[in-house]
């Protein structure tokens, strides 16, 4: 166990002087002086951060992004899109709602509610809520039928026409992804970058969601189509094999955030990774366990710079873009 002593500790906290606080980053920047518990660990995010995104062109750098679906109902979406039109990060996981929000809000709004509504009230309305987020069931199911079905139709064709012995090779998540995304004519649509820049999205429960539905309703009449799960798996093996250097946010928990640390793990763990999360710890959950547990496994190195954030990434997020994206 280490010893400690006064000596330990010599750096001075500090009140915040509003006089000098321009911008969000100079704000950020006074929070590692001035302290106050979540603070100090969003000034130090921000900081591991800007080191790892400074390195996000250098080849055999990898900046993975990990986060679920719900951010994608808000304008939080935002942040991502900005990371993958701008190339910040380049492999994406998350999960299957980030296309299904994605693809919605391309042609209809969602609208702002409140997280006190009567749900069964809203329900015989056909208004579906997430958190305080107000989704029609025509600015949702019913735009993703009409839409996803047509584009399975033609997708198929251009495999078959590609490769007429076993179109299906190789077609997993990201795949589908930029298939899906060369169709989208929408600058604010995550999908649409990622098929403009190339930037694999992975979505390991790729049949839990309103796309995923989609998919199996498609292969009810077209019983050859398939999904080639482990693609994916290549993918991000022949990434990860082959890094110099592997850095991570990573947003909430769950499968998404697993699968970043999983694959991490063949090469020593991450160089350095920064968690933002609600959940505790308490219960044994990833979504709650702090990195440090990671190391235990060999996902995140010993030698890592990493911090979690405790709070709502809604909130974060964008403090967090205002400073790294200008």
């Known amino acids: 166990m280490p010893k400690y002593n006064k000596d330990n500790f010599d750096i ?16 950020i920047d006074q929070m590692k002086d001035a302290g106050g518990f ?6 130090r995010g921000r900081d591991i951060l800007r080191n790892s995104l400074l390195k996000s062109e250098d080849d055999g750098i990898l900046n993975w992004l990990s986060f679920p679906a719900c ?47 009567d749900d069964i009230a809203l329900g015989n309305e056909g208004l579906n809520r997430l958190g305080n987020v107000i989704i029609p069931n025509e600015c949702y199911g019913e735009i993703l039928e009409n839409v996803i079905i047509p584009w399975l139709g033609e997708i198929e064709l251009e495999r078959i026409e590609k490769n007429p012995d076993n179109p299906w090779l190789g077609f997993g998540s990201v795949e589908l992804c930029w298939a899906i995304g060369k169709r989208i004519n929408d600058e604010s649509s995550l999908l649409y970058w990622a098929a403009k820049n190339r930037i694999p999205i ?37 990434l990860t094999w082959t890094a110099k250097e592997s850095h991570a946010l990573m947003v909430g928990g769950g499968i998404s955030k697993h699968h970043v640390i999983w694959w991490n793990q063949y ?29 235990s496994w060999g996902k995140i190195s010993p030698e890592a710079p990493q911090v979690v954030i405790e709070g709502d990434a809604s909130l974060i997020l964008p403090i967090l873009g205002a400073d790294l994206f200008n």
């Open 12 to 27: 001075p906290v500090k009140d915040y002087d509003f006089a000098k606080i321009s911008d969000v980053t100079s704000l």
């Open 202 to 238: 992975v979505i390991p429960g790729l049949s839990d969601g309103a796309i995923g539905a989609q998919l199996f309703m498609h292969r009810q009449k077209n019983p050859d189509f398939i999904i080639d799960f482990l693609a994916d798996e290549q993918i991000l093996s022949d």
């Open 267 to 295: 090469r020593g763990g991450l160089d350095s990774a920064v968690g933002i999360t609600t959940a505790p710890e308490y219960d044994g959950s990833l979504s709650g366990a702090r990195l440090r547990e990671a190391i």
């Open 71 to 117: 951010l994608c109902a808000t304008g939080t979406r935002g942040f991502f899109l900005e990371a993958i039109k701008n190339n910040k990060f380049n492999v994406i996981v998350t999960t299957c709602g980030t296309l299904d929000h994605d693809i919605a809000r391309t042609f209809k709004s969602y609208f702002h509610g409140d997280f006190d509504l």
């Open 38 to 43: 979540t603070a100090t660990k969003l000034a």
